[in-house]
């Protein structure tokens, strides 16, 4: 199986949230069912009947710009505390 394909299949089953970084750049975040997270910039796609393109990105980098920069703690805690604020 390819890693598209294995990416696919778990990210059936992720929590996705896009947001909006304090830059302006639009996120989307996937938190996976063992906890792991990862994040695409969503990048314009110049046309509007086609879909938008993601860009996949230091999660760090990401996470720091949607308010986390502040937070001390690993990639993975960051992400945790982020999905602990979208839920809420």
Not at 1 to 19: D, G, H, L, P, R
Not at 60 to 81: H, I, N, P, S, V
Request: net charge positive; glycine share 6%; charged share 25%.
């Amino acid at each position: 199986m390819s890693a598209a394909s294995e990416f696919k299949q778990a990210a059936q089953t992720a929590k996705i949230y896009e947001v909006t970084g304090k830059s302006g750049a639009v996120y989307i975040f996937f938190w996976f069912a063992d906890h792991s997270v990862c994040a695409a910039r969503r990048l314009p796609a110049g046309n509007a009947k086609a879909s938008a393109r993601l860009e996949f990105r230091d999660t760090k980098t990401c996470l720091d710009d949607c308010g986390m920069a502040a937070f001390e703690g690993t990639t993975y805690q960051k992400g945790r505390e982020l999905l602990k604020r979208l839920e809420s």
